[in-house]
Each structure stands twice: as structure tokens, then as C-alpha cells.
């Protein structure tokens, strides 16, 4: 137990730092949570719960590049939030073997959206419309509310689709829009925590063991992403979810 106990430790670290570099973190410690035999929909309710405070203290380490992304965070924050707690109301009465039979594509998926994630916001942007900004405002406005669901209900890849969605219209540095980005990622994580909590789901020796490791590894990557390579990182956390999903699809 002690030993499965630092494993999932360890894997929050890494899990709230790459959540706060690249996004993804969940293609790590879900998969890791699984391994030392929680059920899936436990692992994922647990893993939610455990992430929560990393995505705080990625927060917190660019809240100063926070509070210059725009009037519209209040909004940007309540869609999170909705859409978090409905998402994962979803997935607490999806059946066991239903979201077992999702998971390789779920993470899969993950992990394609970081593969792409430098050509996602490209796909979105209309550079010929009359009105490109408010157009674009309003896109990502809508596009947020099944980015929420999403993240409500697994969470992979989740920081990629809100980078391309917000990068739509602000029109400012990426370490600012991954500010927005990480802010919405925690209302979105705190909205189906709420509701975790009182599901019955979670492992609670490892969600408080996590959460504590997360909020270290949130912090860690948000005062780090802007000297490492972020590209070179993205493309290794790629890599382990595409093997994590093949693992899972041959399991």
C-alpha cells in the first residue's frame, strides 16, 4: 500500500506539471491509478479530485499574467464551471464497462489534441470575416461549453482545446492565454470535484496524497514555462499517451 501510495505520488508531480507546461496530465496519472488496481470510473473520479489543487497552484504562479487576458474571464470561469459539473455528473452514472470500453479512445484523443495543438487554433481562425473578433469572441464562447463537458468527464487534452479555443480572439502572448487557459481548467476540475466528493467514488488515501504532489508540480510548472522547451515536452507526454492508449486497446 505505502509503495502504491508513492507511485501515485509520483505520478502527480508529473501530472501537475505537465498540466501547467503543455496540458495532459491526466494521460499520466490515470493510467497510473488503473495500474494499482482502482476501477476506471473510481480511477478517473479520484485522479479529477487528486489533480484539482495542481491546476490551483499553476494558477496562482501566473496570476499575474492572469489578470490581463480580458473582460470576459468572469464568463469564460462560470461556463467552466457549469459545464465541469455537468460533465461530471455524466460520468458518475455512466456504466463501468461502457467508460472502460472508452477509455483507449478517450486517451487517445488526449493525446492526438496535443499532437496537434499548434494547428487546432489555425483550423478555427476565420482570417476573412468582416468581423474576425467578435465573430471569433463568440465561437469560443460556445466552443468552451463541450471543451467543459469534456473536462468534466475525463480530462485529457483539455488544456489543448481551451489554448486553441481562447486563442481565437485574445490576441495576446501564449503565457497569458495558458494563464486563462489553466484558470478555466480549475473551475472546470472544481466543479465535478464538488460533485466527486459526495459520489462514494473516490480513493481518498491516494486523492490526498496526489493532491498535495500536484499542487507542487502546478507550481513547479508554472514558474518553469518559460525556460523550458515546451515543444520537446509536449511531444514526450504525446508519446506516453498514444502507448498508454494502444496498452489499453490490446489490454
Do not use: H
Not at 486553441?164 to 484558470?183: C, D, F, M, R, S
Request: proline share 3%; aromatic share 14%.
Amino acid at each position: 500500500m505505502e509503495n502504491d501510495l508513492i507511485y501515485a505520488g509520483l505520478a502527480a508531480v508529473l501530472g501537475g506539471f505537465v498540466n501547467a507546461v503543455a496540458g495532459g496530465g491526466t494521460l499520466i496519472t490515470f493510467p497510473v491509478l488503473t495500474a494499482l488496481g482502482i476501477p476506471p470510473v473510481a480511477a478517473n473520479v479520484t485522479n479529477t479530485v487528486a489533480l484539482c489543487p495542481g491546476y490551483f497552484g499553476g494558477t496562482v504562479a501566473q496570476l499575474s499574467d492572469l489578470k490581463t487576458t480580458g473582460k470576459n474571464i468572469w464568463l469564460l470561469l462560470l461556463i467552466g464551471f457549469l459545464g465541469g459539473l455537468t460533465g461530471g455528473l455524466i460520468l458518475i452514472t455512466t456504466n463501468e464497462k461502457i467508460f472502460t470500453f472508452l477509455i483507449p479512445y478517450l486517451i487517445m484523443f488526449g493525446a492526438l489534441l496535443l499532437a496537434f495543438q499548434p494547428y487546432i487554433k489555425k483550423i478555427f481562425l476565420y482570417k476573412n470575416y468582416t468581423d474576425k473578433t467578435y465573430y471569433n469572441k463568440i465561437l469560443s464562447i460556445i466552443l468552451i461549453i463541450p471543451a467543459a463537458l469534456y473536462g468534466g468527464y475525463f480530462g485529457a487534452g483539455l488544456g489543448v482545446i481551451l489554448l486553441a479555443v481562447l486563442g481565437l480572439y485574445i490576441e495576446q502572448p501564449l503565457t497569458k492565454i495558458n494563464a486563462l487557459k489553466q484558470a478555466i481548467s480549475l473551475c472546470v476540475n472544481i466543479a465535478a470535484a464538488i460533485l466527486f466528493i459526495f459520489s462514494g467514488y473516490v480513493y481518498w488515501y491516494y486523492a490526498l496524497i496526489m493532491a498535495i504532489c500536484a499542487i507542487i508540480g502546478g507550481i513547479c510548472g508554472g514558474l518553469v514555462i518559460k525556460k523550458i522547451n515546451t515543444e520537446i515536452f509536449r511531444w514526450i507526454v504525446v508519446a506516453v499517451g498514444i502507448i498508454i492508449s494502444i496498452y489499453y486497446f490490446i489490454k
